[in-house]
């Protein structure tokens, strides 16, 4: 399995973004498609994620703001990030990990930067 994430860029405090990512390979074998980000201060952190049977977990800093989503016919899971603010500022790293570990698959990361 590969993922492309995608979307990132810069937004005033307030303002929306949505995050794509892409997977491809051997997407018949995805179970669930999570959003990380991280920090140079922080640890890599949960954001959401999505199952294919479509259940969702957030954060509790993005409850109530952020919303992921799946396409499944595309394979693609989407992360609509709303009021947004400068400590939502991170690189956003999608994540696969394989039913049986047998693999954990990331996307290269995309920066999302607030500013104030």
Do not use: H
């Not at 995608?6 to 937004?11: A, F």
């Not at 939502?88 to 290269?108: M, R």
């Amino acid at each position: 399995v590969q993922l492309q994430a995608s979307g990132g860029g810069l937004v005033q405090a307030g303002g929306s973004l949505r995050l794509s990512c892409a997977a491809s390979g051997s997407t018949n074998s995805i179970i669930a498609i999570a959003w990380y980000r991280q920090t140079p201060e922080k640890q890599r952190e949960l954001v959401a994620k999505i199952t294919t049977g479509g259940a969702t977990t957030y954060a509790d800093s993005v409850k109530g703001r952020f919303t992921i989503s799946m396409d499944s016919a595309k394979m693609t899971v989407y992360l609509q990030m709303n009021s947004l603010k400068s400590e939502d500022t991170a690189v956003y790293y999608c994540n696969a990990p394989g039913p049986f570990e047998e693999y954990d698959a990331w996307g290269q990361g995309t920066l999302v930067t607030v500013s104030s």
